[in-house]
Structure formats: structure tokens, C-alpha cells
């Protein structure tokens, strides 16, 4: 017999409203309603049910918990659904909400991502090798959502453990990650949480030692440019530019970050002061994550557009100047406590923004940092 027009479009909307409705009481701000346009009501539908048909499949769903018990101590989160450098900043910065619970936690994350954590204070072990995962250590996992990758590494090492998940669900991917996770684990364990804590714990966030050369070459400290990018809308090409009217506005003193793909950029820029006799110091291709991250700790400030140094400078208390292009909302990404200058292009593009705009965002953080 078939099923009534009605009940089939009312399940229809049921697994869409799954896919596109935050797991929280109090969403954060997304774009979900442009996310529900732009992948249409079917695909989603048709991804949260094949979701529920593997979860059913999997044996998990019977190990789901709804809450945090308050004797739990221990738990291993594995972030398999990232990889990427913002994202886990993002996603992994209420692992502090946990800490102040007492709550010991490890991670298990893709090697990128356990060698940005390594030496983190907020965990105890870091892996990126789920066959290093020790099953009576646990007494239960965090997961980034409810998908079948996400629960891969937990189906094969822990699969009789209680489990809960981040996202559950939810299909969003540009939303404000940190504030999502942090009230997301608030309403596990069952607390309520004022505006000052969520700033702090929904935060990108390092907790690591100072390095060996801690302040032996930022004195006075420099302003520090993000060069480079993966995604060619999203990487800023007027950094020389912006380094000029720096220079003559008095700034003498820059350093330069990036990785490999950044090389272009550091020369453009090491030309264009060539012979103004500013000290610039070149770490591009020449130092770890950690290492910019130190980098940009010790900075006045750091100029950058959106990407994963631009997370990495939030996990500093460095004031931060960040462009965006016009598909992007700073409101997604921008820590709530955070002394940041953020700047939109009118398009796709953003080298749309003027290197006047962005010299005077510099100058101002500048001044707002000494006035402070």
C-alpha cells in the first residue's frame, strides 16, 4: 500500500529539519538557510537517512547517552570529520568546559591535527593511531557527529562504551563551531553556562609551554602578516601593499608566517620594503605550527585573511586583523572575547579589500592595544 502524499512529505521534512536544525537549545549564528537552499531538501533527506540506516546497522545507537554521568572521569574524543586546522581549533576548544569538570581527556585525531595538539595541557594523550587506544582507559567518547566515519575508530576499538556527539545530525558547515560544541557539551553534562564562560570556553585555544627562543628575536615585537592560503578566494594578494603603507605610517618592524605556498607572497613583500630599512623577519616555510603559533603570540599584531593561521592567531590573546570574502560571516568565526578588526570584501574575492583598509586596521588594533 502506498503511503498517503502527506506522510511521505512529512517525513520528507522531518530528516531535513535533522540535517539542518543545530542540536542545541540556543543556536549559534550559520547559514542554515542558505546551506538548505544551496544542497536542496532531497540530498539532505536522503543523507540523514542513510545515516540512520548505518547507525541502526552499526550496533551504536544503543550506546548513545543523552547526558554526561557526573561519575564519569575519563573520555577519549575522537575528531575524524575535520582535518582541517580551523575546524579543530574550533570544534576541540570546549575541551576546557570538560577539564573544569574534572574530566580527563585524550584525543584521537588525523596526524595534522594531533601534531597541532601535541603537548596541549588540555589533553592527556594525543594519537593519531587508533590502535594505540587503550579500552579500559575510557569511560566514555566523544564524536564529532553521528555519521558513520565519525563513529568508525569507536565501532572497531570501543564499541560497548557510551558515546555522544557533537553535531549529531546536523549538515551545517559555516556556523560558529566552538560556540556549537560548547553548548552542546553544556546541556550534556547538565549545567548552565553565563555569557563570560561561553567566551572563554567556546575560544580557539593552544595550552602549551613556552619554546625554547621565547622573546629572543620579538623585541620590540613586530607585526606579524599571514601570507599565503589554499583557497585562492580566500588568500589575500596585496600583503606588499599593506606592508608599505605600514612602513610609512612607522611601522619598522614586520615578520612574515606562512607555509611553502606563502613563498610568492614573502618575496613580493621583502621587495617592496627592500632598501626602507624595515627589519623584517622571514619565518615563511621555516617553522612548525607551534612555532607560528609562538610566533604570533609574541606579535603586536597579526594580519591575516580566514584560514587556519587566522584560527591560530585567535589561540593567542595577540589582537588580530582578519579579512574575509563576502561569502563568509567574521560572525562564524570570530571568538566572542576576541580583540579582533574584522574586515569583509563586497565579493567572492577577498584581495578585494583595499591594502589602505587593512593598514588602518593594523594601525588602530595597534592603538587600541597601547590604550588598553
Known amino acids: 500500500m502506498t503511503a498517503p502524499a502527506g506522510a511521505r512529505f512529512g517525513a520528507l521534512d522531518r530528516l531535513v529539519r535533522r540535517g539542518t536544525r543545530q542540536p542545541i537549545s540556543h543556536p549559534v549564528a550559520a547559514d542554515d538557510a542558505a546551506y538548505l537552499a544551496r544542497k536542496g531538501p532531497?540530498?539532505?533527506?536522503?543523507?540523514?537517512?542513510?545515516?540512520?540506516?548505518?547507525?541502526?546497522?552499526?550496533?551504536?545507537?544503543?550506546?548513545?547517552c543523552e547526558r554526561i554521568d557526573p561519575a564519569w572521569t575519563?573520555?577519549?574524543w575522537i575528531h575524524a570529520e575535520a582535518p582541517q586546522i580551523g575546524d579543530a581549533l574550533m570544534d576541540l576548544a570546549p575541551r576546557s568546559l570538560l577539564a573544569e569538570r574534572g574530566?580527563?581527556?585524550?584525543?584521537?585525531?588525523?596526524?595534522?591535527?594531533?601534531?597541532?595538539?601535541?603537548?596541549?595541557?588540555?589533553?592527556?594523550?594525543?594519537?593519531?593511531?587508533?590502535?594505540?587506544?587503550?579500552?579500559?582507559?575510557?569511560d566514555f567518547v566523544v564524536v564529532d557527529s553521528r555519521a558513520w566515519k565519525a563513529l568508525a575508530?569507536?565501532?572497531?576499538?570501543?564499541?560497548?562504551?557510551?558515546?555522544?556527539?557533537?553535531?549529531?545530525?546536523?549538515?551545517?558547515?559555516?556556523?560558529?563551531?566552538?560556540?556549537?560544541?560548547?553548548?552542546?557539551?553544556a546541556e550534556r553534562l547538565g549545567i548552565g553556562l553565563d555569557d563570560a564562560a561561553e567566551r572563554r570556553h567556546s575560544?580557539?585555544?593552544?595550552?602549551?609551554?613556552?619554546?625554547?627562543?621565547?622573546?629572543?628575536?620579538?623585541?620590540?615585537?613586530?607585526?606579524?602578516?599571514?601570507?599565503?592560503?589554499?583557497?585562492?578566494?580566500?588568500?589575500?594578494?596585496?600583503?606588499?601593499?599593506?606592508?608599505?603603507?605600514?612602513?610609512?605610517?612607522?611601522?619598522?618592524?614586520?615578520?612574515?608566517?606562512?607555509s611553502a605556498n606563502a613563498r610568492a607572497d614573502?618575496?613580493?613583500?621583502?621587495?617592496?620594503?627592500?632598501?626602507?630599512?624595515?627589519?623584517?623577519?622571514?619565518?615563511?616555510?621555516?617553522?612548525?605550527?607551534?612555532?607560528?603559533?609562538?610566533a604570533?603570540?609574541?606579535?603586536?599584531?597579526?594580519?591575516?585573511?580566514?584560514?587556519?593561521?587566522?584560527?591560530?592567531?585567535?589561540?593567542?590573546?595577540?589582537p588580530v586583523v582578519a579579512l574575509f570574502d563576502s561569502s563568509i560571516d567574521p560572525?562564524?568565526?570570530v571568538p566572542l572575547d576576541a580583540a579582533c578588526h574584522a574586515l569583509r570584501s563586497g565579493t567572492r574575492d577577498v584581495s578585494a579589500i583595499a591594502p589602505d583598509r587593512v593598514a588602518a586596521a593594523v594601525l588602530d588594533a595597534m592603538a587600541a592595544a597601547r590604550s588598553g
Request: glycine residues 10%; contains cysteine; aromatic residues 8%.
Open 42 to 64: 532531497l540530498k539532505i533527506a536522503f543523507r540523514i537517512a542513510r545515516r540512520s540506516v548505518e547507525l541502526a546497522a552499526s550496533g551504536q545507537r544503543k550506546f548513545e
Open 266 to 294: 614573502r618575496d613580493a613583500v621583502v621587495q617592496r620594503l627592500a632598501g626602507t630599512g624595515a627589519d623584517v623577519l622571514d619565518l615563511v616555510a621555516s617553522t612548525d605550527l607551534h612555532g607560528t603559533w609562538r
Open 153 to 185: 575508530a569507536k565501532r572497531r576499538r570501543l564499541p560497548a562504551l557510551p558515546w555522544l556527539s557533537i553535531k549529531g545530525d546536523y549538515l551545517g558547515y559555516d556556523y560558529h563551531r566552538g560556540l556549537l560544541a560548547t553548548r552542546r557539551l
Open 74 to 76: 575519563r573520555a577519549l
Open 203 to 258: 575560544r580557539q585555544k593552544l595550552w602549551l609551554e613556552g619554546g625554547e627562543h621565547d622573546g629572543a628575536w620579538q623585541e620590540p615585537p613586530r607585526v606579524a602578516m599571514a601570507l599565503g592560503g589554499v583557497r585562492a578566494e580566500r588568500s589575500y594578494a596585496q600583503w606588499a601593499e599593506v606592508a608599505a603603507r605600514l612602513h610609512a605610517s612607522g611601522v619598522e618592524r614586520f615578520v612574515l608566517l606562512g
Open 103 to 138: 574530566i580527563a581527556l585524550d584525543l584521537l585525531a588525523p596526524a595534522t591535527i594531533a601534531a597541532l595538539f601535541a603537548g596541549d595541557r588540555g589533553f592527556t594523550r594525543v594519537l593519531d593511531d587508533e590502535t594505540a587506544i587503550e579500552p579500559g582507559r575510557y
Open 331 to 333: 560572525a562564524w568565526r
Open 296 to 318: 604570533m603570540r609574541q606579535a603586536r599584531v597579526v594580519a591575516c585573511a580566514d584560514g587556519g593561521l587566522m584560527h591560530l592567531a585567535f589561540a593567542t590573546s595577540t
